[in-house]
């Protein structure tokens, strides 16, 4: 299947620091990226939709100056958690499309962010 | 509103059979996918469903009832790796994912 690859897997950071998150698809150009968040035995949660060239759409209740999307290319997003809180700890998910193959949605490896 | 609806956990022994649902109410529908989730890692592609019938894939198969709104995912000869959560999913008119919140597969010895 297609390689969809997340970095970094694992950050610490302080309040009120900003974190990047990248998210590329590395064999298959992605016109729509997803993020999602997702709590200790939750299931995931949809942030907001990223499609090249334009503007994220963001789900109801999602901060977007507090979530930056940037979908650049067609393989790379990224999501910036600007001042940082704890309760922004979590493990956050991208997936990308291959517009090619709508049956499936490729997931990064995850980003676990721990804000101290 | 849009709703999966999974069991939370189940158990089941290595070398056995565990058919685990999943029923849903979305607005449209565009496929049901399975993933299978490990602690801490993302979700991994398990199967999808568009058609009304079975989908088999080595120890897994799936199945898809459209007019019931009802999914099961069938693992056969279970193995202790096979402990995970199994996310359904469902793609709607909007082209979105809805998502369960998974079910926890516990496998004893």
């Known amino acids: 299947g297609a390689v969809v690859s997340q970095h970094p897997s694992r950050v610490i950071c302080k309040s009120g620091t900003s974190v990047k998150i990248e998210c590329r698809s590395l064999d298959f150009q992605a016109t729509t990226m997803f993020w999602y968040r997702q709590f200790p035995k939750k299931s995931l949660m949809l942030m907001a939709t990223s499609n090249e060239g334009s503007k994220a759409t963001y789900e109801q209740g999602v901060e977007k100056d507090k979530f930056l999307i940037n979908h650049a290319s067609l393989t790379l997003s990224t999501l910036t958690v600007t001042s940082a809180h704890p309760e922004d700890s979590s493990f956050y998910i991208c997936?990308?499309?291959?517009?090619?193959?709508?049956?499936?949605?490729?997931f990064g490896q995850g980003t676990r962010l721990t804000v101290v | 509103g849009q709703n999966i609806d999974q069991p939370t956990e189940m158990t089941a022994t290595e070398g056995a059979i565990v058919q685990i649902n999943c029923t849903y109410q979305?607005?449209?529908?565009?496929?049901l996918f399975w993933y299978q989730q490990h602690a801490g890692e993302a979700p991994t592609f398990l199967s999808y469903n568009v058609l009304d019938g079975l989908e088999e894939k080595g120890r897994f198969s799936s199945f898809l009832s459209r007019s019931k709104g009802y999914s099961y995912l069938l693992l056969k000869e279970l193995q202790m790796k096979d402990s995970a959560s199994y996310l359904c999913?469902?793609?709607?008119?909007?082209?979105?994912?809805?998502w369960g919140a998974g079910t926890k597969l516990i496998i004893k010895p």
């Open positions: 979305t607005s449209g529908f565009n496929g």
């Open positions: 999913a469902v793609r709607d008119s909007n082209y979105q994912l809805i």
């Open positions: 997936s990308a499309r291959d517009g090619d193959k709508v049956t499936e949605a490729f």
